[in-house]
């Protein structure tokens, strides 16, 4: 029989890391969890996720609450992959419109260079 860990899908990083610091232990923590839970293809609703649409099919914010601090990782979650568009601290109510177009961004470029397409510069 296969471990559980094999039949995860992988996580791809395209851009930031969940670190302390800045995040605390166990925002971190969490956020390893959360990762794990899309990575076995669980679905993650409020108040841990919201779906991004504006970013894109598939696409979702994590929401890490931290002492002192708002988290958020915008992933998509394919059928064979968990990618990671972007890692930022959360300072308003809206996500900024440039997070959005550089996570819309890397996420094309990715689609390109898993086509056969180009790079990955983000």
Do not use: N
């Amino acid at each position: 029989m296969l471990q559980e860990s094999f039949l995860d899908k992988p996580l791809v990083w395209l851009h930031g890391e969940v670190r302390s610091p800045p995040l605390s232990k166990a925002a971190r923590l969490e956020a390893g969890v959360l990762l794990r839970r899309l990575q076995r293809g669980e679905l993650v609703g409020m108040p841990h996720a919201r779906a991004m649409p504006s970013v894109g099919a598939g696409c979702h914010e994590l929401r890490i609450v931290d002492a002192g601090a708002s988290w958020r990782i915008v992933v998509r979650v394919d059928a064979d992959v968990v990618m990671v568009a972007e890692v930022f601290r959360k300072t308003t109510r809206r996500t900024p419109r440039a997070v959005l177009e550089v996570c819309r961004r890397r996420l094309r470029l990715y689609d390109a260079a898993v086509r056969g397409g180009g790079g990955l510069d983000a």
